[in-house]
């Protein structure tokens, strides 16, 4: 971070002589010049807002909670907190809440990531092809990912709701009995899987589509010459063109995931941030908020995040390593 | 940090007045769709606006009628008494004021100093870039969960708490913005430009003014666009840090959802309210929203 907070008085010292124009080095110099000094430091100049900015509200906050991580203190008493080293983290690891939380969130998110990412790529390829009215197709699947987490939650609690839901009273007149989605571990966890599939099928989609659209035609009428058909295609083409974008995805949902707290913290309808009376949707966000913003430990929510992070590096470093392998599987 | 990533460092944003792949026919070579495809869209589209439509069902009906076998599904003139009950209970005038207040904010700003990062790091040279660069892509993998809990004591101490400000510095840069543009600048900013705006002897911030913006334009209405979308749904850290004495929308629908409403219609209708703005310019604007989240795709 040394850059950034040197760049400042760079900026100002640039800005008060009359500024030798930039030139453009970009990807393939021309050719070769000698790159000035004061070129250099325009760079710096022009990523400073963005730095300072990252500095004072994400990279300072990052680190600092990873201090408060090792306090105990609670909400009220901020600043004056005693320190307890590692003594947050081995709560936490012995803590059932956390492993409760932990399993939900897993569970929840395989539930929506899943069969989210698997629908989003059947409809990529109904995309794909030459359709009327596409741009209607494309612009209302995309009408969920506009609609906020707190309305979309408010309306699907509505449609789960044990009494007056809409999803029951289909139930009931096919003769099944109401369901209490709520109350159940696995419903209620199928109902919050289904809001976040719903908002985000339909981005993931386009994603998809975009990457299809890139697929060279050749490899189609190459597969078609060997005898490939619409299927194999599908599966042999499409697919492992699609890998490093599938990746892309399955990293993003999951790093999505791991933080689900909104739909959790809405979908009982009354406020509490136990996640179900029995922490049945309890996740791992919501479990930090509910440490920090109603129970007041703050210590223990700042460790609470920073597992959050450790996970979402697991997962990331886990997806890179298998992207590198595979490729090297494939040369 | 740049390899954690995988697809990233391929990405590549396609200018936007030059579709490559569009109408060309080249990515629509799976051939005629049948009457399937169509089922299939068509379904998936009523499920996309399905729940949509049912907070204007919901909100003009008392729970038991919503109950009722089979339940309604038309809206009536009752929706207009739940807006001015969900009104009540909950500040929606206020908190869609001061959405459009905060995201319109974090739009100006986010746009601007993502285009300027994103140029820098595009078409300047300077010692660590290459760095700088991963460190940007590598925040796209931090939670937001990490910064809260010092970003409410830094505002508890400024004595933001409530305060819109509270909301708008910290979202002002995206990463993803920084990425976007510089993506988009690469391709389409011709270093010939470059060159001839330093022969005529243009300072560089002139440079960028009057060069680098209108070419960046069409990338910056893209990122605009998303930028207020993901401004104005944003819910964990406006939750932490303003009330219902002056929310946003996400934090008002937070009050009303877990307030004590006896009728659902009322909840289903201040949700309604809430959405709208969002739903008017996305009926508007969805085409281009399309598109730019399509060239902002990941490609291979």
Known sequence: ?331 | MTTALPGTQTTSVQPVDRPVTRKSGKGNRVGKPGPVTYTLLTLTALVSIFPLYWTLVAGSHTNAEIAATPPPFLPNATLFDNFKLALEQAPIGKAILNSVLVAGSITVGTVFFCTLAGFAFAKLQFKGRGLLLGLVIGTMMVPTQLAVIPLFMMIADLQWVNQLQAVIFPTLVSAFGVFFMRQYLISSLPNELLEAGKVDGASTFRIFWSIVVPVARPAMAVLAMLTFLTAWNEFFWPLIALTNANPTVQVALAGLGSGYVPQQSVIMAGTLLGTLPVLIVFTILGKQIVGGIMQGAVKG
């Open chain 1, 1 to 331: 971070m040394t850059i950034a907070s040197q760049t400042p008085r760079q900026a100002l010292r640039g800005a008060t002589r009359a500024a030798p124009p930039t030139a453009s080095t970009g990807d393939r110099p021309p050719a070769r010049r000698r790159t000035s000094l004061t070129r250099n430091r325009w760079g710096y100049a022009y990523v400073a807002p963005f730095f300072l900015l990252f500095a004072a509200f994400s990279l300072y906050p990052f680190l600092y909670t990873a201090w408060i991580s090792l306090h105990k203190t609670s909400l009220s008493n901020i600043d004056g907190g005693t320190w307890v080293g590692l003594d947050n983290y081995r709560n936490l690891l012995q803590s059932e809440f956390f492993w409760n939380a932990a399993r939900n969130t897993l569970t929840i998110g395989v539930l929506a990531t899943v069969p989210q990412l698997c629908m989003a790529l059947g409809l990529a390829h109904l995309l794909n092809y030459k359709i009327r009215n596409r741009t209607f197709f494309r612009t209302v699947m995309l009408m969920p990912y506009a609609t906020s987490i707190a309305a979309a939650t408010l309306v699907f609690a509505q449609l789960f709701g044990r009494d007056y839901g809409l999803i029951n009273t289909v139930l009931q007149a096919f003769g099944m009995d109401r369901i209490d989605w709520e109350a159940g571990t696995l419903s209620s966890q199928v109902a919050i899987a289904a809001i976040v599939t719903w908002r985000w099928t339909g981005y993931n989609a386009l994603i998809y589509l975009a990457a299809m659209q890139s697929i060279p035609g050749e490899l189609y009428e190459a597969a078609e010459i060997d005898g490939a058909n619409k299927w194999k295609q599908f599966l042999h083409v499409t697919i492992p063109s699609l890998r490093p974008t599938i990746l892309f995805t399955v990293v993003v949902s999951t790093i999505g995931a791991v933080q689900l707290f909104g739909e959790p913290l809405l979908f009982a309808g009354n406020g509490t941030t136990s996640g179900g009376s029995s922490g049945q949707y309890q996740t791992l966000g919501l479990l930090m908020y509910q440490q920090g913003w109603s129970n007041f430990h703050i210590g223990q929510a700042a460790t609470t995040a920073w597992a959050m992070f450790m996970i979402i590096l697991l997962v990331v470093g886990v997806n890179a390593v298998i992207g590198r392998l595979r490729n090297r599987a494939d040369r």
